[in-house]
């Protein structure tokens, strides 16, 4: 099987997507799978330039060397770009182009085999207010956070409704962006701070939340879709001395995770995490992270359609400890990309043999109808 990698992206996350390129033209070139074969690489730059390169039998080369190669070509081609290489597409990019639903959507219109996903799932998935509010409307199980979705262009509001729920210790976060990114705690909530905030915030993300502090350790999950199969992975505990996660922390390595998790929050979790995918249309897989307090009540944090690929990132680890690489990951998207296909053939010939009542008691189909109307 041919495959064609994109990453990088217009996001705050691009390092870490040139990383996990990096990570995974390593890992391709020293793997002996016949059935995953490099063709093509796709690259777009923060600024917004596409390189592509075609590998004709090449290795994968690592970043540098792919951008001294590769050819320019402008963004509005990908799509057709895509549509003449004519093969599978793995995505890499992380955050905005590639799981905010704007590639999936792109993949979606012109018919672009890959590991895309869904374009309403990944709309979802990207805002971090409507995946809590679904998240825990599906499991009662789960222990909502104290939360208020603060918009930018309706600040008041927001900043009051903050101030009169959450007088403790709080979180703060973007809505949209990934990676812990800009994401702090405060001790004491307070109107400068939130406004010095927001001022921050509004560079790059449209809203943010601000939480009630959860002390308590972190799990993640990971999950796989074989089809209409949800597989949960071995659960991880992410051991972190400071108690807070963020940014710094995870871009220097300030945390270390493990799969010592007892039998009954292994359990608890996978469970959760297996509905939440189902339901929010995973396309092969995902991570969702969650923090324990001490009366054991779970609390959702987030769902990553795309998490960390990197040698040293969560999901990687996961894999191996289940004894799958990302050969099998790529596989397995490419396979549950056919059956999608198949049945979005099935659907589209049904919907074009709906036929719609036009002009008093006649009934044409679809097209007749839209002809007359023009």
Same mark, same amino acid.
């Given at each position: 099987?041919?495959?064609?990698?994109?990453? #990088?992206?217009?996001?705050?996350?691009?390092?870490?997507?040139?990383?996990?390129?990096?990570?995974?033209?390593?890992?391709?070139?020293?793997?002996?799978?016949?059935?995953?074969?490099?063709?093509?690489?796709?690259?777009?730059?923060?600024?917004?330039?596409?390189?592509?390169? @075609?590998?004709? #039998?090449?290795?994968?080369?690592?970043?540098?060397?792919?951008?001294?190669?590769?050819?320019?070509?402008?963004?509005?081609?990908?799509?057709?770009?895509?549509?003449?290489?004519?093969?599978? $597409?793995?995505?890499?990019?992380?955050?905005?182009?590639?799981?905010?639903?704007?590639?999936? @959507?792109?993949?979606? /219109?012109?018919?672009?085999?890959?590991?895309?996903?869904?374009?309403?799932?990944?709309?979802?998935a990207t805002d971090k207010y409507l995946? #809590?509010?679904?998240?825990?409307?599906?499991?009662?199980?789960?222990?909502?956070?104290?939360?208020?979705?603060?918009?930018?262009?309706?600040? &008041?509001?927001?900043?009051?409704?903050?101030?009169?729920?959450?007088?403790?210790?709080? $979180?703060?976060?973007?809505?949209?962006?990934?990676?812990?990114?800009?994401?702090?705690?405060?001790?004491?909530?307070?109107?400068?701070?939130?406004?010095?905030?927001?001022?921050?915030?509004?560079?790059?993300?449209?809203?943010?939340?601000?939480? &009630?502090?959860?002390?308590?350790?972190?799990?993640?999950? #990971?999950?796989?879709?074989?089809?209409?199969?949800?597989? @949960?992975?071995?659960?991880?505990?992410?051991?972190?001395?400071?108690?807070?996660?963020?940014?710094?922390?995870?871009?220097?390595?300030?945390?270390?995770?493990?799969?010592?998790? &007892?039998?009954? $929050?292994?359990?608890?979790?996978?469970?959760?995490?297996?509905?939440?995918?189902?339901? /929010?249309?995973?396309?092969?897989?995902?991570?969702?992270?969650?923090?324990?307090?001490?009366?054991?009540?779970?609390?959702?944090?987030?769902?990553?359609?795309?998490?960390?690929?990197?040698?040293?990132a969560i999901f990687p680890k996961m894999?191996?400890?289940?004894?799958?690489?990302?050969?099998?990951?790529?596989?397995?998207?490419? @396979?549950?990309?056919?059956?999608?296909?198949?049945?979005?053939?099935?659907?589209?010939? &049904?919907?074009?043999?709906?036929? $719609?009542?036009?002009?008093?008691?006649?009934?044409?189909?679809?097209?007749?109808?839209?002809?007359?109307?023009?």
């Amino acid at each position: 099987m041919q495959v064609a990698l994109i990453y #990088g992206g217009r996001s705050v996350e691009h390092d870490w997507s040139i990383a996990i390129y990096n990570h995974f033209a390593e890992v391709l070139n020293n793997a002996r799978d016949p059935d995953v074969s490099p063709a093509f690489v796709y690259y777009i730059s923060r600024t917004g330039d596409l390189l592509r390169l @075609a590998l004709e #039998g090449d290795r994968l080369p690592k970043h540098p060397e792919f951008t001294a190669r590769a050819e320019t070509h402008a963004l509005v081609s990908l799509a057709q770009l895509l549509i003449s290489d004519g093969v599978f $597409v793995f995505s890499l990019l992380q955050g905005q182009d590639g799981e905010d639903g704007q590639i999936q @959507a792109l993949a979606q /219109f012109y018919d672009i085999p890959g590991s895309f996903g869904d374009k309403i799932a990944a709309m979802l998935a990207t805002d971090k207010y409507l995946q #809590g509010v679904v998240a825990n409307r599906l499991c009662p199980e789960l222990t909502p956070i104290p939360t208020v979705h603060v918009v930018q262009r309706n600040l &008041e509001p927001g900043f009051a409704e903050a101030l009169r729920r959450l007088a403790g210790p709080c $979180v703060l976060k973007p809505n949209t962006l990934g990676g812990s990114f800009l994401t702090e705690y405060t001790d004491e909530l307070s109107e400068d701070r939130l406004r010095s905030y927001c001022e921050r915030v509004a560079l790059h993300d449209h809203s943010f939340l601000v939480q &009630e502090r959860i002390v308590g350790t972190e799990y993640t999950c #990971g999950v796989l879709i074989d089809r209409h199969e949800v597989m @949960a992975l071995p659960v991880a505990r992410i051991n972190n001395p400071s108690g807070f996660l963020s940014y710094d922390q995870k871009t220097k390595k300030g945390y270390s995770v493990d799969f010592h998790v &007892e039998g009954t $929050v292994q359990t608890r979790l996978s469970s959760i995490s297996k509905r939440i995918a189902r339901e /929010f249309r995973v396309h092969t897989f995902g991570r969702l992270d969650f923090i324990i307090d001490e009366q054991q009540r779970i609390h959702f944090l987030e769902l990553n359609l795309i998490p960390g690929l990197t040698a040293e990132a969560i999901f990687p680890k996961m894999l191996t400890k289940a004894g799958l690489d990302l050969c099998h990951l790529i596989r397995l998207a490419a @396979a549950n990309e056919m059956g999608e296909r198949r049945r979005e053939e099935i659907r589209k010939i &049904e919907a074009s043999r709906i036929r $719609v009542p036009w002009r008093g008691s006649t009934v044409v189909d679809a097209e007749t109808a839209f002809k007359q109307s023009s």
